[in-house]
């Protein structure tokens, strides 16, 4: 799956720990094979469990996922995106946000 970031992901992204960062590639790499999953079978495909995908309540279009409750806080928010390149427009997550609870105060 392709992907972008908002400058405010990357702000975030740096603050994490390097133990944080960690188990948030290993859940990107997860999210990722879902993402194609629903991509290929037109959204319909169901979400990993352990990443606790879902909704963001009052924010139209963002999708959050949980990695961790605790030790360390794990969640982030993210929107289906495209990206285009010489092949055309493929479908893409834009990562919004990442670190604690804290990010749904501007998801």
């Not at 194609?36 to 990443?51: H, I, K, Q, T």
């Not at 030790?71 to 929107?79: I, L």
Request: aromatic residues 10%; charged residues 25%; positive net charge.
């Amino acid at each position: 799956m392709r992907f972008k970031t908002t400058p405010s992901f990357a702000s975030d992204h740096s603050s994490l720990t390097t133990a944080e960062k960690r188990l948030f590639r290993a859940s990107v790499k997860e999210c990722n094979r879902a993402c194609d999953r629903c991509v290929e079978s037109g959204m319909s495909s169901g979400w990993p469990a352990s990443l606790r995908v879902k909704k963001v309540e009052g924010a139209p279009g963002v999708w959050e996922m949980t990695w961790s409750f605790s030790g360390p806080d794990g969640r982030a928010t993210w929107q289906w995106d495209t990206v285009e390149d010489e092949n055309g427009k493929h479908p893409a997550v834009l990562w919004r946000r990442v670190g604690s609870h804290s990010i749904y105060k501007d998801p």
